[in-house]
């Protein structure tokens, strides 16, 4: 109904890829009868191409439209540019749209920002739920730089969680990365790792 499609969109690093999935996830856990097919933007295109070049479009065509409940499609902005798999994801979106299939997109902006894919694309991609995520607000993202330090094994002080939390705001990648680091300052160093190590690594990025 009114979700669908469900778009997506937020920056690199913010955990869209973690986000379709866990959609998946979620759906197959509730709905076990249900065929859930997940691809990515890139292997798309690459699927399509190779289907052209091997005059097996009709199988590729039959995946997506006729063997799918829910589609779940990551990293949109692929398609940019790329015409014939542009007009394919168009019949396709067409078809499960109109037999009230589930479609859930991704993508690194918003629908009408997305450069190069076709107006009547973006205008379908619009149709439903859009999704921002915007960067985690600060305490996820210190629950988050604390669940890393745990599943790890690493003594994380909060004096060091919330130094990172509020230095790396707008991705999680980055932050992870950042504690990364710190971590492997003190196990080298063979020094604790407090608040003052934190800043001195941290400097540098």
């Not at 990648?173 to 196990?187: P, Q, W």
């Amino acid at each position: 109904g009114s979700y669908n499609p469900m778009f997506i969109y937020g920056g690199v690093g913010l955990g869209k890829t973690h986000l379709v999935q866990a959609v998946g996830h979620a759906i197959r856990k509730n709905y076990p009868d249900m065929r859930i097919l997940y691809m990515s933007g890139e292997s798309y295109v690459n699927e399509v191409m190779n289907a052209v070049k091997n005059n097996r479009l009709d199988a590729v065509r039959y995946r997506y439209r006729g063997q799918c409940d829910v589609l779940l499609v990551d990293d949109i902005q692929y398609l940019a540019g790329r015409e014939f798999a542009q007009e394919e994801f168009y019949h396709t979106f067409n078809e499960l749209y109109n037999a009230q299939k589930q479609i859930v997109i991704t993508g690194d902006q918003f629908p009408s920002a997305i450069p190069k894919v076709s107006e009547r694309l973006r205008s379908r991609f619009g149709w439903g739920l859009i999704v921002d995520i915007g960067p985690p607000e600060l305490e996820l993202r210190i629950r988050i730089v604390q669940q890393k330090a745990e599943r790890e094994g690493v003594e994380l002080p909060d004096e060091v969680a919330s130094y990172l939390a509020s230095r790396f705001t707008t991705s999680v990648r980055d932050l992870e990365g950042a504690l990364n680091r710190v971590t492997a300052h003190s196990l080298i160093r063979k020094i604790p790792l407090n608040l003052d190590l934190a800043r001195r690594v941290t400097d540098r990025i």
